[in-house]
């Protein structure tokens, strides 16, 4: 019979007791003779347990929530290879099984919250006891609690401190000890406890303060760990390092104590000094992309996406990514130190006391956080030749000579006060290479990219900005933006159905459109730079994206059969108007749209859409939803293998020897294809491009269309963070280069159709006019619309 049941039994009365009295009273007082004031104590509390059984016992509440668990399971974003890229939900838990938990987390656990766990039943009788009387009547008194007793705290009882709940404590962590075992009930602790920083149980404790999976901490760290849940925010080993570290030394030798760990155990985890994970770091930069992913969830789960511990894998490539990320930051950057600077982020006053100094500039900067490499600093002096500075790290930094360049305009002893870089003023800079640092600022361009595999759509990487925390516009789903020379393609694909081929030579001479009777203002386009080459071959003139060309093309081609082309490849129609500056990519697009249209060629003809999740599992890993992604089939055949192959050909001569000639000779391999892009007045640059196994796309523009200089172009922006980022994508993958498909011939060494064979197709297009036809009625209202 248990304490609690033989408490619970009458005792007969005492013999010699009076009738007219009860019959505990007879009790009291031949206790109080024979045991004393400590033995009535130890009876009273035997008996006021003994009447809350009988009382309470019937009415705890049932167990389902424990027998049954179903933890709140956050929302995790991983890669394709497992790294997490995103975690969403109030509570961050990773579901463990007791069998996956390492034992010397357990032990470290045991070690100071319940090193009796196994041998009690749930309540620890005689620490009960010792507390009890040490603070008897003291309703604060939360001693002695066993583990099982703090599950049935944290699943049922409130955070008021009673002896009421005290005892409801003690009789569920008894009712829960008669329908759980022991295992279970650790299992149930370590998964729900409680540990900061949002983090619930230990497993997703060891990722957050360690960054490192369960399996892999060390008794040092460990009892780090177990030190939390007596009061995590007190014991936080970033934020209270002195006081967390006390509490995980005691642990330690608590563990020795408990034949947890040997001696050389012991002193190697004394030792032992902990490298923690800063918060916010993730191991793989994909704010963009995961938050992507969150969307698309949340929109098939509702508000159980956050709770129910679904994984989401996504198709992302953790390697790729990281490339992508750090490519067009890279060209973001470069960009930015073109440009005039615009002046520190903000200024403080410093102390004149060295000694308050460091507070000071801790309190500015946390307004100012650093952003990934681009760190916030406040100038402690400030001169033409040399720049002082302090990071938020409370490091100090010196600028000197090439670092200063960017920011020469605020050192100035001329410039303007608002602009100046001067003591107090909250500036920006970033290490090189070789350890020396130069100051910059934060870009206000922006930029997106994108890679996927034309085969199967399964995107491999996704930026969406220069800075998620920043700007959260995905400029790769959400920007649509004017494509200029990136979109002829589409129209020389068009062109090819209709009798031109690679070598139909058409006339780069200048046009002019007349206003005629419609009152609009002319129209009298120009190549971008500014020289006309006469008659050229489709091949040269697509590598040196003539505008004329593609206008004459277009205009023989038709409009309206131009515009139903396109859509075969995504694009809407009603976001490209049916005029003639269509040709010169006038419309607008998507990063993501352009990815898909370019994959087209890139498949041999095939419209595969855009794949970013590629499996969802529930918390116990069945899965709910998982993509096939294989090869496509010919029901999602948009344009003829032909056509396909005679584009791949062209957009190889881009990279060979055209605008984009850079891309070959950089990465030293013939099967790059692609075309570059820039817009009127330079206000958006593109690089969209292929190798058979992968498509890419890059533009870089400002968030409100303005100039990005006269210089700026696709080839000089974005072309360069795409070759950064096929250059590594693209290690290890052989050259491959498609094979001519039936129904077309070769000829003097260019490819043709069949039909379309030399002197079968158009030879010539507007090389013997005098004057350019005039466009129609609606594309002189179009032309004046571009004009306005």
């Known amino acids: 019979m248990s304490e609690a049941d033989r408490a619970d039994s009458p005792s007969p009365p005492a013999r010699g007791a009076s009738a007219a009295h009860p019959w505990w009273t007879a009790l009291v007082r031949l206790v109080f003779g024979s045991l004393g004031l400590i033995g009535a104590g130890l009876l009273v509390i035997l008996i006021c347990a003994a009447i809350a059984l009988a009382v309470a016992y019937p009415n705890l509440p049932e167990l389902d929530s424990v027998t049954d668990y179903r933890p709140r399971l956050p929302l995790r974003v991983v890669s394709a290879e497992g790294d997490l890229l995103g975690e969403y939900g109030d509570e961050r838990r990773t579901f463990t099984p007791i069998g996956e938990i390492p034992k010397v987390m357990q032990d470290a656990v045991l070690a ?194 956050y709770t129910r511990g679904l994984q989401v894998q996504l198709t992302v ?98 410039a303007d006060a608002k602009r100046q870089i001067r003591r107090g003023a909250v500036v920006r800079a970033i290490k090189g290479p070789k350890g020396d640092w130069t100051l910059t600022q934060q870009p206000e361009v922006e930029g997106a990219f994108v890679s996927l595999e034309p085969g199967t759509g399964a995107i491999r990487a996704m930026v969406g900005g220069f800075d998620f925390g920043k700007n959260k516009f995905n400029h790769v789903t959400q920007a649509w933006r004017q494509p200029g020379s990136s979109f002829k393609p589409f129209i020389y694909s068009s062109a090819l159905e209709k009798g031109f081929t690679p070598a139909t030579v058409v006339n780069d001479a200048p046009l002019f459109f007349d206003a005629g009777s419609t009152g609009s203002q002319p129209w009298e386009p120009k190549n971008y730079d500014g020289t006309f080459d006469g008659p050229l071959p489709l091949r040269r003139a697509l590598a040196k994206s003539k505008n004329m060309v593609s206008i004459r093309v277009l205009q023989a081609v038709g409009v309206d059969y131009a515009r139903d082309w396109i859509t075969r490849f995504g694009f809407d129609r009603d976001k490209h108007e049916p005029y003639l500056t269509m040709a010169l990519g006038a419309g607008s697009v998507t990063p993501m749209q352009m990815a898909t249209a370019y994959s087209v060629f890139a498949n041999g003809g095939y419209r595969v859409s855009p794949v970013l999740i590629a499996r969802i599992t529930d918390a116990r890993g069945k899965v709910l939803h998982q993509v096939d992604l294989t090869g496509p089939d010919e029901s999602q055949r948009v344009i003829d293998a032909r056509n396909a192959f005679l584009m ?86 052989p050259v491959t280069e498609r094979p001519a498909p039936d129904g077309v011939v070769n000829v003097g060494g260019e490819w043709y159709y069949d039909e379309y064979s030399p002197g079968q197709g158009i030879t010539t297009l507007g090389t013997e006019e005098t004057s350019p036809e005039s466009p129609t009625e609606d594309e002189k209202k179009g032309i004046l619309d571009l004009f306005r």
Do not use: C
């Not at 409130?158 to 409801?168: A, D, F, H, I, V």
């Not at 801790?362 to 100038?379: G, R, S, T, W």
């Not at 033409?384 to 000197?400: D, H, M, R």
């Open 112 to 305: 100071i919250e319940d090193a009796r766990f196994y041998q009690h039943s749930g309540v620890d009788y005689i620490g009960v006891i010792r507390a009890g009387l040490a603070q008897f009547g003291s309703v604060g008194s939360q001693g002695a609690s066993t583990i099982t007793m703090q599950v049935a705290r944290n699943f049922y009882l409130s955070t008021e401190k009673s002896l009421t709940r005290k005892l409801y404590e003690i009789l569920l962590a008894l009712k829960i000890e008669s329908q759980l075992n022991k295992d279970q009930i650790l299992e149930l602790y370590m998964n729900q406890i409680y540990l900061g920083q949002r983090a619930y149980g230990f497993a997703a404790a060891s990722e957050i303060y360690f960054g490192k999976p369960l399996k892999d901490l060390s008794v040092a760290e460990a009892a780090m760990l177990a030190g939390l849940p007596k009061a995590p925010s007190a014991y936080n080993p970033i934020a209270n390092p002195r006081r967390a570290t006390v509490r995980q030394q005691y642990i330690i030798d608590r563990m020795l104590d408990n034949g947890f760990i040997t001696a050389e155990q012991h002193a190697a985890a004394k030792a032992q000094e902990l490298k923690y994970r800063a918060p916010t770091d993730l191991p793989v930069h994909a704010e963009y992309v995961a938050e992507l992913a969150r969307q698309m969830i949340y929109t098939q789960y509702g508000p159980e996406a």
């Open 317 to 414: 490539r953790a390697a790729d990514q990281m490339v992508a990320y750090r490519a067009l930051r890279k060209g973001l950057m470069d960009y930015e130190r073109r440009q005039v600077y615009r002046g520190p982020e903000a200024y403080i006053d410093l102390p004149a006391d060295p000694k308050a100094v460091d507070a000071r500039i801790a309190e500015a900067l946390a307004d100012h956080p650093d952003n990934d490499e681009l760190k916030a600093a406040v100038a402690l002096e400030a001169g033409p030749k040399k720049v002082v500075a302090v990071l938020q790290s409370g490091e100090s930094i010196t600028i000197t000579g090439d670092g200063l360049k960017p920011v020469a305009s605020g050192l100035a002893a001329n």
């Open 648 to 733: 791949t050909s062209l957009l190889q001569e881009v990279t060979r020897s055209g605008t984009a000639a850079r891309a070959q000779a950089t990465l030293k391999r013939p099967d790059i294809y692609g075309k570059t892009g820039t817009t009127n007045d330079s206000m958006d640059a593109w690089f969209a491009g292929f190798q058979p196994s992968l498509t890419a796309i890059v533009w870089i523009g400002y968030d409100t269309p303005r100039k990005l200089g006269d210089r700026e172009t696709g080839g000089g922006l974005s072309l360069p963070v795409w070759i950064e980022y096929m250059g590594q994508a693209l290690k290890g993958v």
